[in-house]
């Protein structure tokens, strides 16, 4: 068995791969696959390609994957959980094979046992389940699908003094860019590769590099022409990112070692100014460690190696454009495979079973969190054990609360929510969701008043009110509502405008007057529909006024 484990490291890591996420094809949805997935209609029709690919025009291909995976299971999650299962196994596949070039010079025996080490690592790691378990997280699998396949086809050019490009790695470039951002970390991956296992200078090769730094180039100043904007504006200070950045580069590359605590979602706090002494520490030890990609390239080649890696993976996520989220899990994917490269370099000169019982703690660790994120409501309350005084981990718990249907306990995480942020309109705004889904009318009325206070300029919610006085019989009120959604939206929508003819033809003879009104309703929801749930609505109502004389 281990000689046939050693003739096939990559089929190994893939298999290893599948039987530990294979589970989660029973898994639902959560967080951001609302928003990515079941919100984003643009992908609900394949005969509009060009639709879906502008529906987010920097990552056409993962698009096009998430609109095949509506036309196969539609809201059902095990399509999506089978694609994203088939990326990260093909991706220990690879990252086996990358192991084993790194691993080349030191004998075929070695070298294989390096891959088999390295590649169930990869493939069991705890830090890689959000990336797989998660679906919109599929952004960072296919992107490290086609970036790996980028690297591996620059072996041999990375053998040879003054080697060439191969065409075909620029392709699966060109894929990896199409797929995500983070693509940019590929020349950043090579130079590494080149630094650690090329042969002759750096400067042989510059030839071989040149085209990968010229192309994400190109992708900016095409973005320049198109927006005006060489990047997306930032959520944050950049200097506060950056010092936030740094500070968590320890961390990172710590978790890659030793994956103890894998999170869907940390609430990572960014720095702020003056830095607090722990901030600074980190930071320190941040630097420490860009410095020893250097320092300790000879003493401690494969540490530098690993530090160098992650670091290269990170640079898209962590430097010039500031997001939202501090720390994530699934941005490390691909970069903590240095530090995979690194363990198994240690544990191939201790006795096997200290790789198998490596290997099996990884395994488990990851199964139980893979466990964790297969329902939603345990993921989310997964993470409130973490975080108990977080208000957006009680908002992201109630919204998988209610999408079970346990609406009484949605609405205690979201009374806990607005105690620790009573100032949160998406938590008032949820709150007056799940009390109308529960069928506490004059509760829900109250809490979406509440997120109106908050926010006295948002149609959509003054939409929702006028819904809700609707189902409590106050139509007049209601009818003043969605007048004045219609003069304050800032860009016509067909909702208001089929809610109104709605609310004007329920009425058993209603005024001729109103009957006029809601037809012209009609006719201008009719042009401004772009969604395919707003035609079954506005077919009803239109359905209404033919019937009427």
Not at 177 to 187: D, I, Y
Not at 415 to 437: I, K, S, Y
Not at 488 to 511: K, V, W
Not at 522 to 549: F, H, W, Y
Request: with cysteine; proline share 7%.
């Amino acid at each position: 068995m281990r000689a046939l484990a050693l003739r096939h490291p990559g089929a190994v890591a893939a298999l290893l791969a599948i039987a530990l996420y294979l589970p989660s094809l029973g898994g639902g949805f959560l967080y951001d696959d609302y928003r990515v997935v079941l919100d984003n209609r643009a992908l609900r029709d394949l005969g509009q390609p060009l639709t879906i690919l502008l529906s987010d025009p920097t990552r056409p291909l993962l698009a096009a994957g998430f609109a095949l995976n509506w036309a196969i299971s539609g809201d059902r999650a095990w399509s999506y959980h089978l694609v994203n299962v088939a990326l990260h196994a093909a991706n220990a596949w690879l990252a086996a094979s990358l192991f084993a070039w790194l691993a080349r010079g030191q004998g075929a025996e070695r070298a294989r046992l390096h891959a088999l080490l390295g590649g169930a690592l990869f493939a069991l790691t705890p830090m890689a389940v959000e990336t797989v378990a998660y679906v919109a997280s599929r952004s960072t699998a296919q992107c490290a699908l086609f970036s790996l396949l980028t690297l591996l086809r620059c072996r041999g050019a990375l053998e040879t003094p003054g080697g060439r490009l191969p065409l075909a790695a620029l392709g699966w470039f060109v894929l990896a860019l199409l797929s995500k951002e983070e693509a940019a970390s590929v020349p950043l991956y090579l130079l590494a590769l080149d630094a650690a296992g090329g042969q002759g200078p750096l400067r042989s090769r510059w030839r071989l590099h040149l085209p990968f730094f010229g192309l994400p180039a190109l992708g900016l100043l095409a973005r320049r022409a198109v927006t005006g904007e060489w990047l997306p504006p930032g959520a944050v200070p950049l200097g506060d990112y950056l010092l936030t950045q740094l500070s968590a580069f320890p961390l990172y590359l710590g978790r890659a070692f030793l994956p103890l605590d894998p999170a869907l979602y940390r609430e990572h706090a960014l720095a702020s100014w003056p830095p607090p002494p722990e901030i600074l520490v980190l930071a320190a030890a941040g630097a420490g460690l860009l410095a020893a990609i250097v320092v300790a390239r000879r003493r401690a080649p494969a540490f530098a190696f690993a530090a160098a890696w992650m670091a290269s993976g990170l640079v898209p996520s962590s430097t010039l454009v500031p997001l939202n989220e501090m720390v994530v899990d699934h941005r490390a994917y691909l970069g903590g495979a240095g530090a995979h490269h690194a363990l198994a370099l240690g544990l191939r000169a201790l006795p096997p079973a200290a790789g198998g019982a490596a290997v099996v703690a990884f395994g488990l660790r990851a199964a139980h969190f893979e466990w964790t994120l297969r329902d939603p409501v345990r993921a989310w309350q997964d993470a409130a054990r973490r975080l108990p005084a977080s208000p957006m981990v009680q908002l992201n718990l109630a919204r998988a609360l209610e999408s079970a249907g346990d609406h009484g306990s949605a609405i205690a995480a979201l009374e806990r929510g607005l105690e620790l942020a009573p100032a949160d309109h998406r938590l008032w705004t949820n709150l007056g969701a799940v009390n109308a889904a529960a069928g506490r009318l004059p509760q829900a009325e109250q809490a979406v008043r509440q997120a109106l206070a908050l926010r006295p300029h948002d149609t959509r919610l003054r939409n929702n009110l006028a819904l809700l006085l609707a189902a409590l019989g106050r139509a007049s009120e209601a009818r003043t509502e969605l007048e004045r959604v219609l003069r304050e939206e800032p860009a016509p929508t067909a909702q208001p405008r089929i809610d109104l003819a709605r609310l004007l033809t329920a009425p058993e003879a209603p005024p001729e007057s109103d009957v006029t009104r809601a037809r012209a309703l009609i006719e201008e929801a009719r042009r401004l529909a772009r969604e395919e749930a707003d035609s079954p609505e506005l077919e009803a109502v239109a359905e209404r006024l033919r019937r009427l004389p």
